[in-house]
T-cell receptor, first 110, second 115 residues
Framework: GENVEQHPSTLSVQEGDSAVIKCTYS??????FPWYKQELGKRPQLIID?????GEKKDQRIAVTLNKTAKHFSLHITETQPEDSAVYFC?????????FGTGTRLQVTL | SAVISQKPSRDICQRGTSLTIQCQVD?????MFWYRQQPGQSLTLIAT?????????ESGFVIDKFPISRPNLTFSTLTVSNMSPEDSSIYLC????????????FGPGTRLLVL
């Protein structure tokens, strides 16, 4: 089955700096890669996703890049704000089952 | 995206009892899933709830422990049976809204504590 590794497990940045979270996947059949943000006590919320026919996607301060050859994808957050503090999960979909990474706790400090 | 609700939002239960969690969607959806999220951990798929047939369980999860129903395209239940403290977790339902739509949206979750 699919295996998704996510790094780092924790990330602390100063407000205004950029944050990058990286994930690797094992199944070359994976063709859909969403990113979820989960604030404390809340449900995971989809923030951006990318499909395998696209190398990069951007939505305001958030961007995701995908390298199919290397089987890795990354989340980039620019101009971080305190409200970006949360746990972020990457995921990969090789067919039916969405497999999640282990999560990255992002802390944005003032 | 669909509006998803879950009941109860939280519960404290005694070991050996069972709890049924409900997931209601405001529109018909093609796929419904149940996940478990243990404290500080990632999301683990328990099963896919199939309308009109038995759910499809992932490795490590069995129907006797987690019976699932899906009587129609907007509703599903997950029962946690014969609970033990190890079942303390957040249980989330998620949905895919249409055929060919990979995006999954999550319900608010049910926080379960077993004493």
């Amino acid at each position: 089955g699919e295996n998704v590794e996510q790094h780092p497990s924790t990330l602390s940045v100063q407000e205004g700096d950029s944050a990058v979270i990286k994930c690797t996947y094992s199944d070359s059949a994976s063709n859909y890669f969403p990113w979820y943000k989960q604030e404390l006590g809340k449900r995971p919320q989809l923030i951006i996703d990318i499909r395998s026919n696209v190398g990069e996607k951007k939505d305001q301060r958030i961007a995701v890049t995908l390298n199919k050859t290397a089987k890795h994808f990354s989340l980039h957050i620019t101009e971080t704000q305190p409200e970006d503090s949360a746990v972020y999960f990457c995921a990969a979909l090789p067919g039916r089952k969405l497999t999640f990474g282990t999560g990255t706790r992002l802390q944005v400090t003032l | 995206s669909a509006v998803i609700s879950q009941k109860p939002s939280r519960d404290i239960c005694q070991r050996g009892t069972s709890l049924t969690i409900q997931c209601q969607v405001d529109s018909q959806v093609t796929m419904m899933f149940w996940y478990r999220q243990q404290p500080g951990q990632s999301l683990t798929l328990i099963a896919t709830a199939n309308q009109g047939s038995e759910a499809t369980y992932e490795s490590g999860f069995v129907i006797d422990k987690f019976p699932i129903s899906r009587p129609n395209l907007t509703f599903s239940t997950l029962t946690v049976s014969n609970m033990s403290p190890e079942d303390s977790s957040i249980y989330l339902c998620s949905v895919q809204t249409g055929a060919g739509q990979e995006t999954q949206y999550f319900g608010p979750g049910t926080r379960l504590l077993v004493l």
